[in-house]
């Protein structure tokens, strides 16, 4: 069994911990590890399979060691410079930051939806937004089988997905303290803002999840909108997803076809308050589908609710899956 050695960019933040994590979940074949932070994480300790690491300083020469993969979770910025001079002396880079996702010479992937994207790869792979994540598992074997014109997304996101400080806010809010992070109260509240306006009057988030689902299906000509909002989750992103296929449909086979999807679990059994929620999400790497049904205001539409852990599927469990599929795919040289 081949073995590598993997480099985690941002290992002592929210995502990055995670990474480590769900790479000694998944017994990923890691021969050395290398932690890797900002200056002001350099020296800390760090657990992964029972050794304690010491995590160093990420630098332009950090990527001079004999390093295969290189998982980033350390923002755009910190993945603009140090990506491409990992990529150059050979790394395979799979960032979880919005750096790469619309570059063209960039796979945006989600293994259980574009696999054979990683076929194009040029050491960097980008790791879409959290949202879209689950979002792309579920649509994808509807779009298989009926296709897609339509998708109204409307999201119900957890702080975990703002890191840190979104978590603290939530924290703050519930014990009767002051937002210092979100415009407003975040506890008790939901805020219909995630990432800045734009002059269109979307935010980078909705098109984010607008653009991304169009890049990973490949498919510029599906009508997409959304509207994402913040809620006083910890971790679970959920999502109202309306869609409207180019063919007919019956709503059993929608159902049977998700359940026999990879990575969807499907919860619906509604008589019985079988449905997916947030908190049920937490420490899966799977989506959870429900409440599917028909849409009664148009033709060929539906409406479902998918629910998923953010920090896991919709970051680091994908990232960690993106590194088995190439490693099943040998494209790991």
Known sequence: MKEYNVAVVGATGLVGQ???QVLEEENFP???LYPMASYRSAGKKIQFKGKDYEVEELTENSFDKPIDIALFSAG???SKKFAPIA???GVIVIDNSSAWRMDEDVPLVVPEVNPDDLKEHKNIIANPNCSTIQAVVTLKPIYDNYGLKRVIYTTMQAVSGSGQKGVEDLQRGDQGGENEFYPYQI???VIPHIDDF???GYTKEEMKMVNETRKILNNNR???TATTTRVPVFYGHSEAINIETEKPFN???IRTILSKSPGIVVQDDPQNNIYPVAINSEGSNDTFVGRIREDMSAPNALNLWCVSDNSRKGAAANAVQIAKKLDEMDLIK
Do not use: F, P, R, Y
Request: charged share 30%.
């Open 187 to 189: 506890s008790h509240n």
């Open 251 to 253: 709503i059993d086979d």
């Open 198 to 200: 734009l002059e269109d």
């Open 18 to 20: 995670k990474m480590l």
């Open 87 to 89: 990529a150059e002396k």
């Open 30 to 32: 890691v021969a050395n």
């Open 76 to 78: 755009a910025s910190t």
């Open 222 to 224: 599906i009508g997409i």
